[in-house]
């Protein structure tokens, strides 16, 4: 059997993962499958809109990652830790996917930290809107066969003390241990909600789709795991919000070919759209006979609470986030606090450490980005901001909502 | 209690014109109800200096009255679709409003400013100068610009139309009113009070400040303004820790004070631009001394370059870490320090 090290081309990684994943299936199928036992699943990543393709090495290089080119914007990663074995094809030089099948325990902590560690990194944000797009797009509306959908809301500020003790970033530890059937992990000591929705497509949609009015409450607006039929309708995808993908499908090529329509023709389209509509600048504009003028360019990225937030969460918000440094939101800067309450920040984004200007009240969240920040910022706000705040948010992009932006990337392909 | 005296402000009406014109949800209960969007008007321009039309300023000097040979409205809408310019300016009252300058901004009519500003010669335009103030102050404005204009056309000049509105604040808002007798607004009809910014009891009705500062145009101290305007450049400055890495960086001080003042490239006045490089060079010092004397990297600012130097992973992340932390905020350089004087003491006694 050949090794992910001896990989010397990408028809030959494709072949290693499809009789990998062959394995696997038939392992699932016959219920054989160890916990721990990896399946192929794949991190999708975020560099910049300025990357060039000749920077990818560098980026990693930075957190100590050696890549090994082996085809066309395709390579072998060495040297990682706990010996996981990984390859990254870059599908564009802006995306890409890292390909594992190391287990999830590893994997999940790895990828973490090299993102975390970087400002050039960043997870692609499956937003709960992308997330219930993919799932009503990509199957067949009449399907009778299952997907499963699970619903999370933190309570992170909701009674916060700051001796509490911080939970790790990271929404998705769970293991490969619950590839045996669709039992969930279990609840953590947090204070997390979490709803479990599975059943037959054509059923999902009438009770989920659009027009419909989801029966189950607040906790349905946040959708943070998705598993659903395969491109082949042979096994499943996995889709979590983090942007991590699990091929529990009878073949890989099918899955690459899935992800990388939906990192470049949805993920990176919507992206695009975003950021052409709100990155706040002045742009210069030349007139024939030389006259300078300058457009104030830009809109607000607003979201909009279904309820105000209790005033002592949202203090907490503002408190832990900024005063402390703390929490999941990872953002920097000096709340400047007007009565109401309201409060306005000209802050980072510690991610990519690049400008972000909130203007933040309990009523609505208002983020401008400035130019040279990168789109994909709305998409982390977006989820965490559902997951922690407010499952129902509203979000628009300028004037349009979030929802109809997609719909309309969904629409062009 | 607020103080209802913010909306005269004029970077209060600068930044919420910008908000208005800016595209967001249509809806009087979302904040920002973005009217001049919603009627088909453009971006708001900043215009570079446009000239007053020679024939207009002569006839005007030589009929003995003030005129300036250049104006820069501080906004300038365009209505496409009818083919309208709207210069804009922001005013607290009649008295901070320039003869010289109102009656520059009232020579550009349709004719004029199509020509200036370089749209086709087969197209008709016309323009309507409008004055924003605050309430009760907008009949005296409307009074004097339809007197300049009537100076202007007595000089055989067609003046622009003109109109003047007011921003009302009220307990759950403010709103927006066009005088009796302005010049109406396409597509815009204002007559009747309506509300552009939605507020809560109490509520601060400042909208967030894209452009925390009026550079050198005789603008008024206002401390919070101040502190945005100190606020944005210490993020612009910070954007420059997290680019530490294992190459060597070069970066323009001009580059980094744009990403803290957007308009920064137009900034008129020389003076007041060496201040305030003075003032971001003195912060960047301050950074660099500090981040040397805890994690022993030396970053430089020499002139106008800023020096990044070459360092490992685990420093770049250690200084991250270390710029990221509470305790970097609130016990170092001052960053959470209230402001010490009015900010024209800071920028006369830095560098």
């Known amino acids: 059997m050949t090794d992910l090290a001896n990989i010397t081309s990408r028809e030959g990684l494709y072949n290693y993962f499809d009789d990998y994943t062959s394995r696997k299936k038939d392992e699932l199928n016959r219920r054989s499958l160890e916990p721990g036992q990896g399946l192929v699943k794949a991190y999708l990543v975020e560099t910049s809109a300025s990357a060039k393709s000749q920077d990818v090495q560098s980026i990693f290089h930075k957190v100590g990652w050696q890549l090994t080119p082996v085809d066309s914007g395709l390579y072998r990663i060495a040297n990682l830790p706990e010996d996981m074995q990984a390859a990254l094809e870059m599908i564009t030089p802006r995306y890409g996917a890292i390909y594992t099948t190391a287990p999830s325990t590893i994997s999940d902590k790895i990828v973490r930290k090299a993102i975390r560690d970087s400002v050039q990194l960043d997870n692609v944000w499956l937003t709960s809107a992308i997330l219930n797009s993919i799932w009503q797009e990509l199957t067949n509306p009449d399907a009778t066969r299952y997907a499963t959908l699970l619903y999370e809301k933190e309570a992170h500020f909701e009674g916060y003390h700051p001796t509490m003790q911080e939970e790790p970033l990271d929404e998705e530890n769970a293991s490969d241990s619950d590839i045996e059937d669709d039992d969930l992990e279990p609840y953590r000591e947090r204070p997390l909600s979490r709803l479990e929705v599975k059943g037959r497509i054509r059923e999902l949609r009438s009770r989920f789709g659009e027009g419909s009015r989801s029966p189950l409450g607040d906790l349905t607006g946040n959708l943070t795991r998705v598993r659903m039929p395969a491109a082949n309708e042979r096994g499943r995808y996995e889709f979590f919000a983090n942007g991590k993908l699990t091929d529990r499908g009878a073949e890989f090529r099918g899955f690459a070919a899935q992800l990388r329509s939906l990192l470049t023709d949805v993920y990176g389209a919507l992206t695009t759209l975003i950021e052409d509509t709100i990155s706040f600048s002045l742009e210069r504009q030349t007139g024939a006979i030389g006259r300078e003028r300058w457009a104030i360019r830009g809109a607000p990225v607003t979201f909009h609470f279904h309820e105000p937030l209790n005033e002592q969460d949202f203090r907490r918000f503002i408190e832990l986030t900024f005063e402390r440094g703390a929490g999941p939101f990872r953002l920097w800067g000096n709340p400047l606090w007007r009565s109401g309450p309201k409060v306005h920040i000209y802050g980072l984004d510690l991610h990519l450490w690049q400008q972000i200007y909130l203007d933040l009240s309990p009523k609505r969240f208002i983020a401008i980005l400035p130019e040279g920040t990168c789109g994909n910022t709305v998409h982390r706000l977006a989820a965490n901001i559902q997951r922690y705040l407010d499952p129902q948010v509203e979000i628009y992009i300028g004037d349009s909502t979030y929802q109809d932006l997609l719909k309309r990337v969904w629409k062009s392909l | ?351």
């Open chain 2, 1 to 351: 209690m607020i103080d209802s005296s913010i909306v005269g402000h004029p970077l209060f009406q600068l930044n919420l014109m910008i908000f208005l014109c800016w595209p967001s949800p249509v809806a009087d209960h979302l904040t920002i109800n973005p009217v001049f969007y919603a009627a088909g008007y453009s971006l708001p321009f900043i215009e570079g200096d446009i000239p007053v039309p020679i024939r207009s300023y002569r006839a005007l000097r030589n009929n003995g009255h003030h005129v300036n040979k250049i104006v820069q409205p501080d906004l300038l809408l365009e209505h496409s679709t009818t083919k309208l310019f709207l210069p804009l300016e922001c005013k607290r009252s009649g008295s901070s409003a320039g003869p010289g300058q109102a009656m520059g901004l009232l020579t550009l009519n349709g004719t004029e400013l199509k020509s200036i500003i370089g749209k086709s010669p087969q197209e008709e335009w016309t323009t309507i100068i409008a004055y924003l103030s605050v309430e009760s102050n907008g009949g005296y404005l409307l009074g004097e610009l339809s007197r300049l204009a009537g100076v202007l056309a007595g000089t055989g000049v067609a003046p622009a139309d003109v109109a003047s509105l007011e921003l009302l604040y009220r307990a759950d808002g403010v709103y927006l009113v066009s005088v009796p007798d302005s010049a109406s607004l396409p597509d815009l009809d204002v007559r009747i009070a309506t509300r552009v910014l939605a507020l809560d009891p109490d509520e601060d009705p400042r909208p967030f400040y894209l452009i925390p500062y009026l550079s050198d145009q005789g603008a008024e101290a206002d401390p919070v303004a101040e502190e945005c305007f100190r606020e944005s450049l210490r993020s612009a400055v910070l954007v420059l820790f997290g680019q530490l890495d294992d190459e060597r960086h070069e970066y323009e001080l001009d580059s980094v004070i744009t990403k803290g003042i957007v308009a920064w490239p137009i900034w008129h006045s020389a003076d007041r631009q060496k201040q305030i490089r003075g003032y971001v060079r003195k912060f960047i010092r301050d950074s660099f001394a500090d981040l040397n004397k805890k994690l022993h990297v030396q970053c430089r600012i020499d002139n106008q370059k800023i020096l990044l130097p070459a360092v490992t992973a685990e420093v770049a992340l250690a200084v991250r870490d270390y710029m990221a932390n509470a305790g970097f905020r609130h016990r170092t350089l001052g960053l959470s320090d209230p402001i010490q004087g009015t900010f024209e003491d800071v920028l006369s006694t830095e560098d």
